[in-house]
């Protein structure tokens, strides 16, 4: 950049801080008068009304609500004002961080927009700041120079674009700038990449490139999957996605159209400053373990998600493990699902048969009425609200019969004990009544009495019909096994799905149309069952999910490949995106993970470079204690902000943690907590999905922990959460997919 180029550009910068500076200070002006307002409108209710009591009139009463509206509006009009000054405030530090210079084929000169953030438009609608989410933004991300093109609502707009600039613009001064005509991530990119994690989730609008501007921008498919390699970038980009559409159609969609199902709680913590730097309010976040226990009505003692992970991995030597992962691995198929499904399509058309309702020799109603009652009148509705339905039909007719007959038995009271207290009467012949109808009650209870628990038992009773590749034996060994379990008020985690899926698909409960875009992150990790459940429930939101195969921290309970979703969404409605290119961890680290997987990896590095990881043995776990506690006072020294210290199990977590924080700061993470901590943390690997941190370390990779084919990918999913520096200490022989060139 020449001195006369240089020139412009501080011109330029100085007069966008001038125009933001000043429409900060307009607001504060605003916002001050508005507080001023607030605090009259307070006296002036207080001078007027006083306080307010039943006994006042409607007049007063009218008067106090046309005060509380102002007062409504006020803070209303706040929150605007201090949204926008928020926005400003960021834009007077860093305002923008492009520029493209673009003519489209009518003009004859060209014409630079600067990117940023947010936008910044003059009072006379002179654009200086254009929003990163703009049409016309896009062509930062996605062209080179040369023929480009954007969408706007009125059409496409071509032309040439014949210049881009990058900048890093700090307190409101420019850092450096470079030109770059072909790709976006060279020096910003390696220079972002070089800091340290800060506890959370950074905004990548700066770096973003033209594979994620792809997945964020796209609205030609209703439903988006990206399979992206570890370090991808595949969190940022959902966030950046609702970031966008929220920008896209902020006229009809707010952050509560919007949820996002996390991994864990301690990942919505770490995502939960995204939207906020963005200028967007956040969306809605839970996780599928959340939306399970609001959601199903069975009642028992639950078995947690996280339980069960740790059960998987902690519990290989316990009676009863291979039993259990093996129904695992049945009921978290796609086979399973298909059968499920199938069972409950042919369960709507079934023609139920009820035995009369007969009360004291007399028929109440015939089978054929109630047949009638449940196959044609209620046909319109769910499975079970149509035994709900007929339940209070029978209970309807009961109290009629019983009504009657209770005039029947006071008559011949009457009629055999003369005369009687009318009120003795009364109770005496309706008791006689109701115990004459009470068997008949209890008949109509038992014939109604269906839930998503007994469905689920005859489903599995008759399971080998629905899965024809299952062998009766193992097929009654599943109903056996699950009919116990829930008889000893014990429900799996694998069976909370199921009831679940047929809690909803049997109309048990009410769906929300409030919901209008869903996002699944690390997909690998779900059940097909558990995606069919998700479709079901938000049957009208258009679906973004995002994961990787090579994570699937456990084979039992995980997709198992993205064609087992094929069946959820229409093909012509679904675009299949794949990351492959790693921005988190060094070319070192990607290199040690890839030969985890046994296999040639996809992943590429974007040529980021540093320390070897190391593969430690050493005697005992007290010996690693003490080298775990070098490690983090040498790493900390070094400037790692953050370290993670990975352990296989729970108790091996807990256990850790209690010899390592007599000597360092050490927090730790053990599945219940909801806010990701600072600085060096304790955890089980399963833990870890989508987190990063400067350094990693794993406690104990020998003596037979990561040693199973089934504990692969947890080890390949534990090792890329290094961004710069990862070591692995084993204690006894090392797990069999531990590189063997690393070892020391």
Not at 179 to 199: N, P, R, T, V
Request: charged content about 25%; aromatic content about 8%; proline content about 3%.
């Amino acid at each position: 950049m020449n001195d006369l180029d240089q020139k412009h550009e501080q011109q330029w910068l100085e007069l966008v801080l001038k125009e933001a500076n000043a429409q900060y200070n307009e607001a504060t002006e605003r916002d001050d008068a508005l507080k001023d307002d607030a605090i009259d409108v307070q006296r002036d209710l207080w001078e007027d009304l006083g306080s307010i009591a039943s006994s006042d009139g409607l007049d007063k009463l009218v008067d106090f609500l046309e005060y509380i509206n102002v007062m409504k509006k006020q803070k209303r009009s706040h929150s605007i004002i201090e949204a926008q000054k928020t926005k400003l405030e960021k834009l007077l530090r860093s305002p923008y961080f492009g520029r493209i210079d673009f003519r489209t084929l009518q003009q004859t000169t060209t014409k630079p927009y600067y990117i940023g953030t947010f936008s910044l438009i003059t009072d006379e609608n002179s654009v200086l700041v254009y929003d990163w989410r703009a049409p016309v933004s896009g062509m930062f991300y996605d062209n080179e120079v040369g023929n480009a093109s954007f969408t706007t609502p009125n059409g496409l707009v071509e032309g040439e674009l014949t210049h881009k600039r990058q900048y890093k613009i700090e307190r409101g001064k420019i850092v450096y700038s470079f030109d770059s005509s072909i790709k976006i991530d060279d020096e910003m990119l390696q220079q972002m990449l070089a800091g340290h994690a800060d506890g959370r989730m950074r905004s990548i609008v700066t770096t973003i490139q033209r594979e994620q501007n792809r997945a964020i921008r796209n609205e030609d498919y209703k439903h988006l999957i990206v399979q992206g390699a570890a370090g991808s970038g595949k969190t940022s980009v959902a966030l950046h996605r609702i970031a966008y559409l929220l920008f896209r159609h902020r006229d009809t969609i707010t952050a509560d159209n919007i949820i996002v199902f996390s991994p864990n709680p301690v990942f919505s913590d770490y995502i939960s400053n995204v939207l906020p730097e963005l200028g967007e309010q956040n969306m809605l976040q839970t996780t599928f373990e959340t939306f399970l226990s609001g959601a199903l009505t069975t009642k028992g003692k639950r078995e947690r998600y996280y339980d069960l992970m740790d059960y998987l991995f902690a519990a290989k030597s316990q009676p009863g493990y291979e039993t259990r992962t093996k129904h695992l691995r049945l009921k978290s198929s796609s086979a399973f699902r298909d059968a499920i499904k199938a069972f409950v399509h042919a369960l709507a058309a079934e023609q139920v048969c009820f035995a009369p309702l007969v009360c004291t020799g007399k028929t109440i109603a015939s089978s054929a009425e109630l047949e009638q009652l449940f196959s044609y009148d209620y046909a319109s509705l769910p499975y079970l609200a149509r035994f709900a339905k007929l339940r209070s039909r029978m209970e309807y007719l009961l109290d009629t019969h019983e009504s009657e007959r209770a005039a029947q038995i006071a008559e011949s009271i009457t009629a055999a004990e003369g005369f009687i207290d009318r009120g003795e009467l009364k109770r005496r012949s309706r008791a006689r009544a109701r115990e004459e109808t009470q068997h008949a009650r209890n008949n109509a209870a038992i014939m109604t009495e269906v839930t998503a628990s007994s469905v689920y038992l005859q489903f599995l009773d008759a399971l080998h019909m629905w899965l024809p590749g299952l062998s009766a034996e193992v097929a009654e060994s599943v109903a056996r096994y699950t009919r116990e379990t829930l008889r000893a008020g014990q429900i799996h985690y694998e069976d909370q799905i199921a009831l679940l899926y047929l809690q909803g698909a049997l109309g048990g409960t009410q769906k929300t149309a409030r919901i209008r875009y869903v996002i699944i992150d690390e997909a690998q990790d779900y059940s097909p069952l558990q995606l069919e459940c998700i479709r079901l429930f938000f049957s009208q939101a258009s679906v973004t999910m995002l994961g990787d195969l090579n994570q699937s921290i456990t084979p039992d309970l995980s997709l198992g490949g993205y064609e087992n979703i094929a069946s959820l969404f229409p093909a012509d409605e679904t675009l299949l995106l794949r990351f492959t290119k790693s921005y988190r961890s060094t070319a070192e680290i990607i290199d040690f993970a890839g030969k985890i997987l046994g296999h040639e990896s996809e992943v590429d590095s974007v040529g980021r470079h540093g320390e070897l990881p190391a593969i430690v043995s050493l005697p005992n776990e007290a010996a690693v204690s003490r080298a775990i506690t070098e490690d983090v006072r040498a790493w900390t020294a070094q400037g790692h902000a953050s370290i993670g210290i990975l352990t296989e199990t729970k108790a091996e977590a807990k256990a850790l943690h209690h010899a390592l924080k007599s000597t360092i700061d050490v927090k730790a993470i053990f599945g219940g907590e909801e806010e990701f901590p600072r600085g060096a943390v304790v955890l089980p690997a399963y833990l870890a999905k989508g987190l990063e941190f400067d350094a990693v370390i794993l406690a104990n990779a020998g003596g037979g922990h990561y040693a199973e084919e089934r504990e692969r990918l947890l080890l390949y999913t534990a090792c890329t959460r290094a961004l710069h520096a990862l070591k692995v200490y084993c204690v006894g022989d090392p797990s069999p997919f531990l590189p063997d060139s690393a070892q020391s």
